[in-house]
């Protein structure tokens, strides 16, 4: 009896989204470093405030080439902060508007043009980090991230899925990228997301939804390839272990993602569902006792499923 897709495709391929859009929090958090300087001194002299919003959203504008801003509001923190509330982003690399409830930017005293310690609050989660600008070298880097509180149920990410997703993720990490072009960094981290639920097109062994209480990955960036490693999914019904690698192209559709993995359902689910026990008795017949080996290929958006080591070709 074929089986299709328990939840680990699910775990691996939640933590890929959600890593992009890590990254792109840390994309807006640098734009807005280009803009600050200017800002804050226009605050600070008492220019007058639709001026300076306009004034700023155009200097993000003009530094990164594509990027359209509004900014609602700004007021001046002493010493040496800024707060910007409610800002709207749009930019080929975010795919569809951003909108940041507040962003809060507070030079370093001895450091006041190269370092800024940054605060986002954007999709109920908190960004927070020290943005360091090396000129010498042409670098910028956030050499110590962290996000907090990412409610996935609000994300633009279930939309795209269509489907229902719900969960709380969080990130800690670093992210380097050139001077030049803020977006073309590297991101590396690790990823976790609690009480993750997930929807599902097509019932997967006897169940419309699946349920982890944890997924957490190892997670590197660079260019359109997310890398994960060290993949563990915990839940009532499963536990798995996964490495994986996605590649991101202009659309989800075309994007692939190719995972792997091994799968153990749990005593107590097993004795409760006697269909998913005969099948996962068969597979074990198949490929030995214990954890299932399973691979995962395709489209990010049509991924195919399938119990058993990876086919080399």
Known sequence: MPITAPG????ALNCGRYA????????????????????LVLLVIRFPKEDLLAAAAARLETVVPGVECTI???GYHHPLGLVLDTISIEAAPLGEPLVIDTAEIRFVMRHPLSRFHTRLEVLGAAVTGEVVLDRSRETLALPAVSVQGFDLAVAPVSRRLDRQLSGVAGF??????????????TLHGMIRIEDLRLSLK???LRETEMQFDSVSAEIDITDATIALSQGEAAGQNYEAMFTGLVRLATNWRDSEVAVAGQLQPSSGYLAANPQAARAVALLNRTYGPGPIPFHVAGSVLEPVFQFGPVRRP
């Open 8 to 11: 680990c495709r699910v775990a």
């Open 20 to 39: 992009l859009m890590v990254k792109k929090f840390f994309f807006v958090t640098l734009l807005f470093c280009y803009a600050i300087a200017l800002t």
């Open 72 to 74: 609602a509001d700004a």
């Open 172 to 185: 800690s990490g670093n992210y380097q990228a050139p001077l030049a072009d803020p977006v073309a960094g």
């Open 202 to 204: 097509r019932q997967i």
